[in-house]
């Protein structure tokens, strides 16, 4: 039996993107306070995605109001929504969705396995092995980090690599799911597709199928910029170019981020200048813009760095 093709989120209707980015910000607000790296974060992968101006604004809007929409609830609706997917479809965004929080919760430095509304998502989706479940996520999330900041060799990165497919193969996860979303440092599923098959990578787990949206099943690390650094060391001539376009990508991902969350930053500050010349404003909503203000202009910060450790 053919199994059906997989179509990546950033290739989805524009309705399926939004409640599943809204399920992210739902997360990060039962969290309490923003933090700047969570918040750079979401701005990288709305770029990812695609999402369009106008799902941008109605987000933002969520993440600044006070609703008392809980996280469980957002992630019912994204639940339903996941219903107009085929099977295929619906398996990867299962293990994608808790992927994404997962990083999340990485970004501001705490620790996965004792996070509530993760450990609750993993047993929605997966009741019978939520624990094998949550091992995987934070294995290829490790994965993928340790390479970026080149604590493992491509040939350890390659064995890891492997590993994480047979595992995920035991579980029923199908390997795309990992990248469903796109990738932590800035290139979306179509980016990571065509630099790896560029790198000469395509077959690197012995996997060819084409899926819609993928094409040849990738694998992050492998185009990291310190990972394709490694990469030249052996073969530099060949491989100088095709690293540049995919540098490129990335800091175009990065610089679009960047944009967006300006744009943010500039009507945040003029809707607080507007507040604070009323008279009759409230204190305490004054020091809550404020903060916001504050937060936004150090996830600027944040995401501005991390371009410049692409650029050469």
Not at 60 to 88: G, I, P
Not at 231 to 244: A, F, S, T
Not at 248 to 277: G, V
Request: aromatic share 6%; charged share 30%.
């Amino acid at each position: 039996m053919t199994k059906e093709k997989i179509k990546t989120l950033e290739v989805l209707d524009e309705k399926t993107k939004k409640v599943y980015t809204r399920v992210l910000i739902a997360f990060i607000k039962e969290q309490g306070e923003l933090h700047p790296k969570q918040l750079s974060d979401l701005y990288l992968f709305m770029s990812q995605i695609g999402l369009s101006s106008e799902s941008r604004h109605d987000l933002r809007a969520f993440l600044s109001n006070d609703s008392n929409v809980s996280f469980v609830d957002v992630l019912h609706c994204l639940m339903s929504e996941m219903q107009t997917l085929n099977s295929e479809e619906q398996e990867a965004m299962k293990f994608s969705i808790i992927k994404d929080l997962a990083r999340l919760i990485k970004a501001a430095n705490y620790n996965p396995r004792l996070d509530n509304n993760l450990i609750i998502t993993a047993e929605k989706f997966y009741p019978e092995k939520a624990e094998e479940i949550l091992a995987l996520v934070i294995k290829s999330i490790d994965n993928d980090e340790k390479f970026l900041k080149g604590e493992i060799s491509i040939s350890e990165f390659e064995k890891r690599t492997k590993d994480l497919a047979s595992k995920a193969a035991a579980v029923g996860v199908p390997i795309a799911a990992v990248y469903f979303s796109g990738s932590v440092v800035g290139l979306s599923a179509a980016g990571i597709t065509s630099g790896l098959a560029a790198l000469g990578f395509g077959g690197l787990l012995g996997l060819s199928s084409m899926i819609t949206g993928i094409g040849t099943v990738v694998i992050l690390g492998v185009m990291a910029y310190k990972g394709v650094r490694w990469i030249l060391g052996k073969n530099e001539r060949e491989l100088r170019n095709k690293r540049e376009k995919l540098i490129q990508d990335i800091l175009k991902t990065h610089q679009k981020a960047i944009n967006i969350l300006i744009e943010d930053i500039n009507e945040l500050a003029n809707k607080l200048e507007q507040y604070m010349s009323q008279s009759n404003r409230n204190e305490e909503l004054l020091e809550k813009l404020k903060r916001e203000l504050e937060i936004f202009k150090a996830a600027l910060n944040s995401l501005e760095e991390r371009k410049e450790q692409f650029e050469i």
